[in-house]
């Protein structure tokens, strides 16, 4: 039973990980272009802040 119960814990975890390889870059184009269609009241504090300042005023990149 124990093996089971692992098993299934890796392989959420692996399904975890390939979600989060496909979400864009955070400031790059088509993350910006993600988040213009994305609701504002679902956006988080540091959407906000990446927003503002990758795709509005375009800071470069340290």
Do not use: Q, Y
């Amino acid at each position: 039973m124990r093996a089971t119960g692992l098993a299934k814990w890796g392989a959420a975890a692996a399904l975890l990980a390939l979600a989060a390889a496909c979400e864009p870059e955070v400031g790059s184009d088509e993350w910006c272009a993600g988040m213009e269609e994305k609701p504002k009241g679902e956006w988080t504090l540091n959407e906000t802040a990446e927003f503002t300042k990758n795709c509005i005023i375009k800071m470069p990149k340290e």
